[in-house]
C-alpha cells in the first residue's frame, strides 16, 4: 500500500491561494491515477480534483472548476492541488488518494486504495 503525506492547507482568507502537496512512498503513485477529495463538518467527503498517470488527462468538480489545478510530477512521486480564489465554502479537510488499479481517473471514492492523513483548509470571509 501507498504511503501519502498530505501538506500545504492552513487559514486563509476568501480570494487567497494555496497549493497542497502530496508525497508518495514509492514509484508505484506513477502508473496510478490520483485524486483530491475534501471533507466539510457534517458533510460526506466529495470529489474534487483526478489525474491520470501521465497528467495529461484531468478533472474537476465543477464547484473548483476554473479555480483550482492538479498536477503531478512522476519523477517526485508527488501530486499537487493548486487551490486559487478560495471561497468559505472551500474549508474542509483535504484528502489525496491513489487509485487501485492503473487506468482512468475515477470520481467515486471506492476505487481509491491508499490515503493520505489529510491537510486542514480554513477560509475566512
Known amino acids: 500500500q501507498v504511503h501519502l503525506v498530505e501538506s500545504g492547507g492552513g487559514l486563509v482568507q476568501a480570494g487567497d491561494s494555496l497549493r497542497l502537496s502530496c508525497a508518495a512512498s514509492e514509484r508505484t503513485f506513477s502508473d496510478h491515477a490520483m485524486g483530491w477529495f475534501r471533507q466539510a463538518p457534517g458533510k460526506e467527503r466529495e470529489f474534487v480534483a483526478g489525474i491520470n498517470w501521465s497528467g495529461g488527462a484531468r478533472y474537476y468538480a465543477d464547484s473548483v472548476k476554473g479555480r483550482f489545478t492538479i498536477s503531478k510530477d512522476n519523477a517526485k512521486n508527488t501530486v499537487w492541488l493548486r487551490m486559487d480564489t478560495l471561497k468559505p465554502d472551500d474549508t474542509a479537510v483535504y484528502y489525496c488518494?491513489?487509485?487501485?488499479?492503473?487506468?482512468?481517473?475515477?470520481?467515486?471514492?471506492?476505487?481509491?486504495?491508499?490515503w493520505g492523513q489529510g491537510t486542514q483548509v480554513i477560509v475566512t470571509s
Open positions: 488518494a491513489v487509485d487501485r488499479a492503473a487506468g482512468p481517473v475515477h470520481i467515486s471514492e471506492t476505487y481509491y486504495g491508499s
